[in-house]
């Protein structure tokens, strides 16, 4: 599921989006702050609960997840779905996030940004490791490609 190119991809500095939705199916969005495969069916994933109680609780509920990562320099962007768990983020966890926000902040201060505009997108305040099962892989890079599966369980 997980190929060493995408493996790689959901590593490095790339933004990424989590999309969530409660019993009524009402969108949440939040946002990771540092993802590394676990093997090659699962990925590993900070959220600050402090930043996005919303996204926290609608996994906690229900599991059902997309995240979107897409690298600011190219908008190079693929989406995963799946299944994921939520427990509170080890020590290791919290340093591997403090290592993604400040390759981060160096890839979007390359852009232009300040510094002061991209603090308040990255937080591991609360950590919590959300666990992901990988369901399905969309290439979500805009273009003729847009949209479609890359792989899924059942191909």
Do not use: C
Not at 48 to 71: C, D, E, H, K, Y
Not at 92 to 119: F, K, Q
Not at 125 to 138: F, K
């Amino acid at each position: 599921m997980l190929d060493h190119e995408l493996a790689a991809f959901i590593e490095s500095p790339v933004m990424q989006i989590i999309g969530t939705a409660d019993a009524d199916r009402r969108p949440e969005v939040g946002r990771g702050v540092g993802a590394w495969p676990l093997d090659g069916r699962r990925i590993a994933l900070v959220v600050s609960a402090w930043q996005w109680p919303g996204t926290i609780a609608n996994l906690r509920a229900n599991g059902m997840v997309a995240v979107t990562f897409s690298r600011p320099a190219d908008y190079v962007t693929y989406q995963i779905k799946g299944k994921a768990e939520v427990r509170d983020a080890a020590a290791d966890e919290i340093d591997r996030s403090e290592r993604y926000m400040v390759a981060m902040v160096s890839a979007l201060m390359r852009l232009g940004l300040a510094p002061e505009i991209i603090a308040p997108w990255l937080s591991h305040r609360d950590a919590r490791l959300v666990t992901i099962d990988v369901a399905s892989v969309y290439v979500q890079t805009p273009g003729a490609k847009a949209g479609s599966k890359l792989r899924s369980v059942s191909t």
